[in-house]
């Protein structure tokens, strides 16, 4: 079951993995545009302001193309095996999973209004909000699920990167953080360039 | 019962030879020293998956939907082997 749930590669990979991967990506985008959650880099996860539904589909896929084309150049520098890109593209994409239920933790208003609180009585800015005992405990819990899901989240994204690649050891962890870095700089140039147009 | 052929020494680690062959049929025995063919200093595992690889026909493909496993899976478990057959002849 933990093989599964943490390296589902093992068993599937290639168009399989790409066709569903891809149905995942545009339900997130359909649950990220409902509850206004979206992702500005690879592995963030913040509350967005009323975008249109193109940018959150645009920002899911782009994640996902970006990611995928950085581990492909790296697999075929540094891979002793013939990779094929649909499984890169199609691990990377089922990899981004646990993101369509972080999308979830937007049908919740308490994260909201504990980020206005906090940016009124710390930071000074923002309009007054008051927040309940019971947002409080939700508004952790939250945090605290959406961090488990960012680990669940990356540690597909390395079983991935290591099965479709076939890089083992220290050098799959090295390549695969120099591979996510470079990726999060893109993505976020990306965003930015984004919320501009839009 | 299925005996597993040692291929290690279990007292030092070094690679056996087989000094001895007999024939069930007439009892004759035939001693000297020869070398254990290469694929049976593979493990029983890996053995197996060379024949299975073979009534595959070498398809990759057929393998993977064979063991239930995916291509790259099945494709990194041969080139492991690839390796360690490298490894063998190299020694």
């Known amino acids: 079951m933990i093989q599964i749930l943490f390296n589902p590669f093992k068993y599937i990979a290639g168009i399989k993995s790409l066709l569903l991967g891809i149905a995942i990506l545009i339900a997130t985008s359909i649950l990220a545009f409902y509850t206004n959650i979206h992702f500005p880099?690879?592995?963030?996860?913040?509350?967005?302001?009323?975008?249109?539904?193109?940018?959150y589909l645009i920002q899911c896929i782009s994640n996902w193309i970006v990611v995928s084309i950085v581990f492909y150049i790296i697999a075929i520098l540094a891979s002793p095996s013939k990779i094929r890109i649909v499984d890169i593209f199609g691990t990377q994409a089922l990899s981004r999973f646990p993101y369509l239920i972080a999308t979830l933790t937007g049908f919740s208003t308490s994260l909201d209004n504990f980020e206005k609180y906090i940016y009124y009585t710390i930071l000074k800015t923002g309009e007054f909000a008051d927040v309940t005992d019971y947002e409080i405990i939700i508004s952790i819990l939250i945090i605290l699920f959406t961090l488990a899901l960012t680990i669940w989240f990356i540690t597909l994204m390395f079983n991935a990167f290591r099965t479709s690649a076939n890089i083992k050891g220290v050098k799959s962890v090295i390549l695969f953080?120099?591979?996510?870095?470079?990726?999060?700089?893109?993505?976020?140039?990306?965003?930015?360039?984004?919320?501009?147009?839009? | 019962?299925?005996?597993?052929?040692?291929?290690?020494?279990?007292?030092?680690?070094?690679?056996?030879?087989?000094?001895?062959?007999?024939?069930?049929?007439?009892?004759?025995?035939?001693?000297?020293?020869?070398?254990?063919?290469?694929?049976?200093?593979?493990?029983?595992?890996?053995?197996?998956?060379?024949?299975?690889?073979?009534?595959?026909?070498?398809?990759?493909?057929v393998m993977a939907q064979k063991l239930k496993l995916s291509y790259p899976t099945v494709r990194n478990m041969l080139d492991e082997l690839i390796e360690k057959i490298n490894n063998l002849q190299n020694k």
């Open chain 1, 41 to 55: 880099d690879v592995i963030s996860v913040k509350s967005s302001s009323d975008f249109p539904y193109i940018y």
């Open chain 1, 177 to 198: 953080i120099a591979g996510l870095l470079v990726s999060i700089i893109i993505t976020s140039l990306i965003t930015n360039q984004l919320i501009q147009i839009i």
């Open chain 2, 1 to 61: 019962m299925n005996k597993k052929l040692p291929i290690t020494c279990p007292s030092c680690n070094s690679e056996l030879k087989v000094q001895s062959l007999h024939c069930d049929e007439c009892e004759t025995t035939i001693n000297g020293f020869y070398n254990l063919p290469l694929l049976l200093k593979l493990e029983q595992n890996e053995q197996d998956f060379i024949i299975s690889f073979m009534q595959c026909s070498g398809s990759l493909k």
